[in-house]
């Protein structure tokens, strides 16, 4: 079960669409505390910030996905993760540490090179997005 009270990895973004680099992601969150709080900028038919105007995906759209994704993988949401709808944050900024740390998670090319951009044009492509 879903300890809202236990350390927990937060993973903050569009997910426009889930795709294999934000499922290795999780991945590498989880096996950190166990936990991931995954949050949804809900951010369909508006930008996400600069360069991020592209969000087709609607709220409910990104949750199946990636509940989907993650099912592939033997996650259960309630149990190894929670998914959150917040604000279209586009800045985060604290004053001082107190109890957690930002870090950025460096994958090799060929998971770093997915793009949900290309993902969201092919999809377009093959006629299953507008």
């Known amino acids: 079960m879903f300890d809202w009270k236990k ?7 569009r997910w426009q669409p889930w795709h294999q680099g934000h499922q290795e992601l999780f991945k590498r969150c989880v096996a950190k505390t166990g936990q991931v ?3 949804v900028r809900d951010v369909q038919g508006s930008s996400g910030g600069i360069g991020q105007e592209d969000n087709p995906f609607d709220w409910e759209t990104v949750c199946e996905s990636i509940e ?5 993988d033997g996650f259960k949401k309630g149990v190894d993760y929670e998914i959150m709808l917040v604000p279209n944050i586009v800045n985060i900024s604290y004053g001082r540490g107190v109890g957690y740390v930002f870090e950025e998670e460096v994958f090799e090319d060929s998971i770093t090179n997915i793009s949900a951009t290309k993902i ?9 997005l507008e």
Do not use: A, F, H, W
């Open 120 to 128: 969201r044009e092919k999809l377009r492509q093959d006629g299953e």
């Open 7 to 13: 350390p927990t990895v937060q993973m903050l973004g």
């Open 68 to 72: 989907e994704g993650l099912s592939k």
């Open 37 to 39: 709080i995954i949050q």
